[in-house]
């Protein structure tokens, strides 16, 4: 008996709250086939899509399924689909500047984080970066700021709606993902 058990193999994995704009990001990004809905938990599966830049350079995206409080206890779409950060040479945690699903940045970072770990310890041990979107919609943005400096976290703010930071976010996203040697 042999159980076989497949990883996807991405560069970046969008991990993040319940409408927080990960397949908007992937989709900006990579136009990949998904589109941002207006409801919580509308990425069922992973989603795949390839960014590709200069002279046939690419970086390959993952889109996870939200994850947030109840997930360990197997509310919303459960955390299984977490085996595939094995491979992950960063994760993007991503929130929402209205903080729907939290009641500030920091706890819901803190919860995604909490999650990630418990699955697997060693995922400590990837790069991680926190992507706050919807900034145009966001009510407190100095605080989030002030919360998130404090961590110690390296963070962007952007919106995917209007552009804003989205191209920092990528320059950075390059930069790392080219400091491991694999484009």
């Known amino acids: 008996e042999i159980d076989v058990e497949f990883r996807i193999q991405a560069d970046v994995f969008l991990v993040g709250l319940p409408s927080s704009g990960k397949s908007s990001l992937l989709h900006h990004l990579t ?9 919580p938990f509308a990425t069922r599966s992973p989603v795949l899509g390839v960014h590709p830049y200069d002279d046939y350079k690419q970086i390959n995206f ?5 994850i947030f409080e109840g997930s360990t206890d197997g509310r919303g779409l459960g955390t299984d689909f977490l085996r595939h950060l094995a491979r992950a040479k ?10 729907k699903f939290s009641p500030t940045a920091l706890e819901g970072l803190s919860t995604l984080q909490k ?3 418990e699955h697997e310890d060693a995922y400590r041990q990837i790069p991680s ?8 919609l966001g009510h407190d943005l100095g605080k989030i700021q ?3 400096q404090s961590s110690g976290q390296i963070y962007f703010l ?20 080219e400091s491991e040697g694999h484009v």
């Open 31 to 39: 136009r990949a086939p998904v589109e941002g809905k207006d409801y």
């Open 90 to 99: 960063l994760i993007v945690y991503m929130i929402d500047a209205t903080l």
């Open 146 to 148: 002030e919360e998130l």
């Open 129 to 136: 970066v926190v992507v706050v979107n919807k900034i145009d």
């Open 115 to 117: 999650i990630v770990y």
């Open 62 to 66: 993952c889109e996870l399924p939200s």
């Open 158 to 177: 952007i919106s995917v709606k209007t552009g804003e930071g989205v191209e920092s976010l990528m320059k950075f996203i390059h930069e790392r993902i």
